[in-house]
């Protein structure tokens, strides 16, 4: 079967990638046919060795390139050997296809062998009666710790964080402390950090593993422990406990809540997870599509675009009610109609520039009160800089098109104005509206053009028939 061997060992990571991924990333068509037969023969021993063994996010990459009907057989056919954490790696419409057609009793099956910070991502957009039914077959502990992070806000480091931690009291030895990470069953399975706690679970401190592997066994907990970088509320939002993170290099940070309690522990791969995220959504957002994801419908995605669409189509109204104020000049030049769009285009596409940087500075934190008068003035000064040189550009161009210098000149001073404009609107547009509690990256895009239509059309034609007339 390919180069899918059988007999020679390897590591697992390197044949599972070697033999399913092409050279561009994509999974490859001839792995996608075998297990297509497969599933149609009902060959359950080749998607046990093939596929079954994945790792999580390689079988999310397997469940998001084969067929919709593929994907239920699949699940079906690996029972309780399909790994539930592929769906942490699926878009949404795709996990919940696939959720909403399991059993329940599965998926607590399955849920029980997740972590937690997994098995909140899987719950949370669940149905509430089928996520109490699932919940109820859980343990009592695993099913508080669930609820607690699933009682957190939507978008939270609270929703985000690990559950299962390793906490130990100021008073334990080194010694008592590695026996206890020895013989207890319940640790996570990958930590770098130990957590000390009161007898309340207060967050008193923290020790990292290098430290407690370089000290004497006698010596106590309190005595090598250091005050916790940057303890996350449980509350604060997801994307600034990831700027924390990536402001101070961080592995993992304790999750506290309202009192100073710790109630779980963020990590570094759930952070590469929400910064893609937030990336992502800030994209969408600028581009008017709200969640799209995808594997959604027809139906579903002209939903998602319809509403900024119809916002677009009366901002164009606005702009095509302002060229209505000078169709007498323009019907007298038509020389106008035909270089109007390169004044409003040019505009549009240097605001664009200046807001997608705006917007994405504002969402690093980056652009604040403090340095905002100068970010704005440098934007002014480029948007100078840039309406001269284009401006002269398409002066001459213009000029020399229509053999008529009053055409280069007005064209030129047109651009100038509106590249000013541009520049300004796209950075000032974030600000407010970031200022006002409106996320910028959802209403930049569509006020921003607004401006820059108007103001270019206005510019251009108003300058025109200020020119003819005072001409005659």
Known sequence: M???????????????????????????????????????????????????????????????????????????????????????????????????????????????????????????????????????????????????????????AGRRMQTEFVAVPPFWTVGQTIDYMRDEEELPESFTQIFVIDPTFKLLGVVDLDRILRTKRPVKIEAIMRETNYPIPADMDQEEAAQLFEQ???????????????????TIDDVVDVIQEEAEEDIMRLGGVGDEELSDTVMTTSRSRVPWLLVNLLTAILAASVISLFDATIEKIVALAVLMPIVAGMGGNAASQTMTVTVRALATRDLDIHNAARIVRR??????????????????????????????GIIASAMLINMMA???????????????????????????????????????????TWWFAIGK
């Open 2 to 156: 390919s180069n899918i061997e059988e007999d020679r060992p390897r590591a697992h990571h390197e044949e599972t990638h070697d033999d399913i991924y092409a050279e561009n990333g994509s999974i490859r068509a001839d792995f996608l046919a075998m297990v297509g037969a497969a599933i149609g023969d009902r060959d359950i021993l080749f998607l046990r060795k093939h596929v079954a063994e994945l790792h999580e996010s390689e079988l999310g990459d397997l469940l998001e390139s084969i067929l919709p009907e593929q994907r239920m057989a699949l699940v079906r056919l690996l029972g309780n050997d399909f790994d539930l954490t592929a769906l942490t790696e699926v878009d949404e419409t795709i996990r919940m296809e696939i959720v909403d057609q399991m059993p329940n009793a599965q998926i607590a099956a399955a849920i029980g062998e997740l972590d937690s910070d997994d098995a909140v991502y899987i719950l949370e957009d669940l149905d509430q009666e089928d996520r109490e039914e699932i919940l109820a077959q859980l343990p009592f502990t695993e099913r508080v710790r669930l609820r607690r992070a699933l009682d957190y806000p939507e978008s939270s």
């Open 422 to 464: 541009a520049a300004l609107a796209g950075i000032m547009i974030p600000l407010i509206l970031d200022k006002v509690g409106v996320d910028p990256a959802v209403a930049s895009a569509v006020f921003v053009t607004t401006v820059t239509d108007v103001t270019g059309f206005f510019s251009f034609l108003g300058l025109a």
């Open 379 to 408: 934007e002014a000064g480029v948007g100078l800089l840039n309406g001269a040189i284009f401006g002269v550009l398409i002066g001459v161009v213009a000029g020399l098109w229509f053999q008529d210098v009053n055409i280069g």
């Open 248 to 266: 101070y290099d961080l592995l993992s940070a304790a999750v506290v809540d309202e009192n100073g309690r710790l109630v779980g522990v963020l």
